[in-house]
């Protein structure tokens, strides 16, 4: 299994298994890490599943699309490194990839 590790606000650290092919959204929601709301289920229409990925992990997880960067203008206190996890897909070269959460969503 590949290995994900979400840090919330507070710096609270989980690692959960995540299925290749999944998102890091869905992984978030079936393994019940708080800070991640995913109100449109992962469809790129919300930006309520906003992450911040951990510096070293930037290039492996890659830049965002066009419609992803206009939905992250609806996200609080957007950074370089945000990204929405629906549109980061598991893959084994990810194993290991570290995100954190804002402090709030939307």
Do not use: K
């Not at 109100?39 to 930006?47: D, F, L, T």
């Not at 992450?51 to 992803?68: H, I, K, L, N, R």
């Amino acid at each position: 299994m590949i290995n994900i590790t979400y840090i919330d606000a507070e710096g609270t650290a989980r690692t959960v298994e995540a299925e290749e092919g999944a998102t890091v959204m869905e992984t978030a929601i079936r393994n019940g890490v708080p800070g991640i709301e995913a109100e449109c289920g992962g469809a790129c229409s919300c930006a309520t599943c906003h992450v911040y990925v951990d510096e070293e992990w930037e290039s492996a997880t890659g830049q965002p699309q066009p419609m992803e960067e206009d939905m992250l203008d609806f996200a609080f206190d957007v950074r370089p490194n945000s990204r929405l996890s629906c549109q980061i897909r598991v893959r084994p070269e990810l194993d290991g990839l570290v995100v954190h959460t804002p402090t709030r969503q939307g």
